[in-house]
């Protein structure tokens, strides 16, 4: 089928309706493709009520319009390649139009004579239907009812190659998703020829956007468009913007009417990996790119920031909703873990994990060990359950023959945590191997799996995985995310202390320094309610773990530890308390939760709370008031979607009794014009919403201790 014909099949371009708010309302926000009209014709539209992009296919792909729907704006001001490629070391533009006059702005009318680039990859056709998952998801444990794939359209360019160029095929893949201002956008080339060709680098996306601020001169630090951009090749480190190697802002040298002098505005988005992928195709095989994310973004408001990124996270990766109730056991015998479980399942806690130092060893090849732990992991099955380990990846030495080799000094020692193995060494790859071996001979069910990949280049030369320097970054990344995408469809739950989310990791640090669980406890306390306001912003608390040490960790000694107890029971309880408050899970370390009746009863209280409000305390948050010890502070759960739609925790770190007014924001639980509040299990007040949406609420609450309202929506507006 020809181009046009495959046009005229696709329905008429529609104007999108949406006028609610999707943070709070539901909106007609399915995506959809159609026909472009008007100049943009012959082309396609692919949009969702929150954003739109139109791709011209005449003479060439071109992506000639991108906006943000909320807002009205335009995101696109240039006419750009729709990617890049480096191939065997040519370098060639796929699609994109020559000849637009100016690249502060684009008009419609200039589109008519703009030109193919002949030395480019050209459009052939197109394919088109819903999205598709990359991987497979196991659900075997709580989470959010968020559908896998993420609901959408996909669209396929296809593209042939320039004179010159290699004989392969490419494709391009955009996936628009239902109710979300998110796409995602990554390529594949197939090796049609007959000779092996190298993948030097690639550009998944190539944005011309908006100019954001007015530089004349070159700031200290320059301000991006209301774009969030990442990929899932991500790695090394415990928030987003630390992981993220892929987002370039780039100087457009075509914008020579740009107010700053030197031309260097970042106003060129590429997504790339830094280096590579370097890699061989051979005749007959495909690859496939990382992928890249867009997230148009509609404020500055950095509250409404987070909701939209959080957002995001639970739409394209729903398992990060899944949020066990966890314990680290310190010793892996099978007495230990026994008690473990048996606690566990007494106050309802849901996974024991056989921590680090524990003797817990997933590299065993031993048939009695593994058999072993697999009638422990039954056991633990027996009583409801799951159990799982800890395995250290990086910053550990090896050998000399599979570490990681520095590329100028030719040793090792030098990876980002000094000593680590190599994934494309022969250690590496029987690592990972065994990993999976002992897993599904065991049947655990999760690995908090520290140290993962960082990153790491290896010049090494003699690895049977990855060829040299150029193609060990891309190798190593394919290895540990291809590992854990076989851990998400085998329903293993995995505690990742980097940004693996997009390829499949459940949870990493909501971030603290370790060292700080050898403070004295009430220092432990309030740093760590900081840590979970803080690391909020960004991760929805299902997201991120805390730490309880119930035993001395990091010294400290008496002061710091919570053992025996029943004779710190008070602190036990805040920590429980602030954490379950949150919505955040914590590793409990040591070798039991309870010694006494009454430990047992505080513990069973809190995971009561816990379970009996899951839903609400699983959502989004809100930052009301930041805990400073010198007041209180307050973390607000909202959904507009459940019938509790607010929970407000509200902790008093202070000597004395607090009596005062609290302002709550209700605006995202949804609640327009009365709300029910009630502390705990009290009666319910009726408060009408002010013009802010925000209602205030007098606290009472007595010295070092927490409280909690629940907040739904009136039935009665009286």
């Not at 109710?179 to 011309?208: H, Q, T, Y």
């Not at 069910?445 to 090494?460: F, K, W």
Request: proline fraction near 6%.
């Amino acid at each position: 089928m020809n181009l046009e014909a495959a046009l005229m099949q696709l329905p008429e371009q529609e104007q999108p309706s949406n006028e609610g708010d999707w943070l709070v309302q539901p909106v007609d926000g399915q995506a959809r493709i159609s026909q472009a009209t008007g100049a943009s014709a012959p082309g396609l539209v692919l949009s969702n009520g929150l954003i739109r992009r139109v791709l011209r296919l005449a003479p060439d792909a071109a992506t000639v319009a991108f906006d943000n729907l909320t807002t009205g704006a335009s995101i696109l001001r240039a006419v750009s390649p729709e990617a890049r490629l480096t191939l065997d070391g040519q370098a060639f533009d796929v699609g994109g139009l020559l000849g637009q006059p100016e690249f502060a702005y684009l008009r419609p009318e200039w589109l008519q004579d703009m030109t193919a680039d002949p030395t480019a990859f050209h459009c052939t056709g197109f394919e088109h239907g819903p999205t598709e998952a990359p991987f497979g998801w196991k659900r075997k444990r709580y989470s959010a009812d968020g559908a896998w794939p993420a609901p959408g359209v996909r669209l396929a360019l296809h593209f042939a190659p320039p004179k010159g160029a290699p004989n392969l095929e490419l494709v391009l893949f955009y996936e628009l998703y239902d109710g979300i201002p998110a796409m995602c956008k990554w390529l594949e080339l197939r090796n049609s020829g007959s000779k092996s060709l190298r993948i030097d680098a690639f550009s998944a996306e190539v944005l011309a956007v908006v100019d954001h601020e007015s530089c004349v001169e070159d700031p200290d630090h320059w301000r991006y468009p209301l774009l969030h951009v990442e990929s899932d090749y991500a790695f090394h480190g415990m928030g987003q913007a630390d992981a993220n190697v892929t987002t370039c802002w780039l100087p457009d040298p075509r914008y020579t009417s740009q107010v700053n002098y030197g031309l260097l505005a970042p106003l060129l988005l590429e997504t790339r990996p830094p280096i590579g992928p370097g890699v061989d195709l051979a005749p007959g095989h495909t690859f496939r790119s990382c992928r890249s994310f867009l997230l148009a973004l509609d404020s500055t408001d950095r509250e409404r920031r987070g909701l939209s990124l959080r957002r995001f996270y639970r739409t394209i990766a729903p398992w990060v909703t899944e949020n066990p109730i966890l314990m680290h056991v310190r010793h892996a015998d099978d007495e230990s873990v026994r008690v473990a479980v048996d606690q566990c399942a007494e106050v309802g806690f849901e996974m024991v994990i056989m921590t680090f130092g524990s003797g817990f060893d997933a590299e065993s090849t031993d048939p009695d060990e593994i058999a072993r732990i697999r009638a422990l992991a039954e056991y633990a099955h027996s009583r409801g359950i799951e159990l799982g380990g800890y395995s250290l990846l990086a910053s550990r030495a090896v050998s000399a023959e599979d570490d990681v080799i520095d590329a100028e000094t030719g040793e090792r020692g030098h990876a980002v945590f000094a000593n680590s193995p190599c994934l494309g060494s022969a250690w590496g790859q029987a690592y990972l191997q065994q990993i999976q071996s002992f897993y599904t001979a065991t049947g655990l069910d999760i690995l908090e799996h520290d140290g993962s990949y960082p990153g790491d280049l290896c010049a090494s030369t003699t690895h049977s995985g990855h060829r040299n320097l150029d193609d060990s970054q891309w190798t190593q990344w394919q290895s540990i995310t291809g590992f854990y995408q076989w851990c998400r469809g085998q329903g293993i739950y995995l505690n990742v202390p980097d940004w693996y989310f997009l390829s499949g990791s459940n949870k990493t640090g909501m971030g603290y320094r370790e060292v700080n669980w050898s403070l004295p406890r009430d220092q432990q306390i309030l740093l760590g309610r900081q840590n979970i306001y803080d690391g909020t912003w960004e991760k929805s608390p299902s997201m991120g773990w805390m730490f309880v040490p119930l035993v001395e960790y990091h010294g400290g000694g008496e002061a710091a530890t919570l053992e025996p107890l029943n004779e710190h029971l008070d602190d036990y309880a805040t920590h429980l308390a602030q954490n379950f408050g949150s919505g955040v899970q914590a590793c409990y370390r040591g070798p039991r939760l309870f010694d006494t009746e009454a430990t047992k009863a505080v513990v069973t209280e809190w995971v009561a709370f816990y379970e009996e409000h899951r839903d609400i305390l699983d959502s989004d948050v809100i930052h009301v008031r930041r805990p400073d010890g010198r007041d209180i502070d307050c973390l607000l759960h909202v959904n507009p979607r459940l019938p509790i739609r607010g929970l407000a925790l509200v902790c008093n770190p202070l000597d004395e009794p607090v009596h005062r007014p609290l302002r709550l924001p209700l605006y995202y639980t949804g609640i327009d014009q009365v709300a029910a509040i009630r502390e705990r299990q009290g009666e319910a007040k009726h408060y009408w919403l002010q013009r802010d949406h925000s209602v205030s609420i007098r606290l009472s609450i007595g010295p070092r201790s927490v409280t909690w309202f629940v907040i739904e929506e009136a039935a009665e507006q009286d």
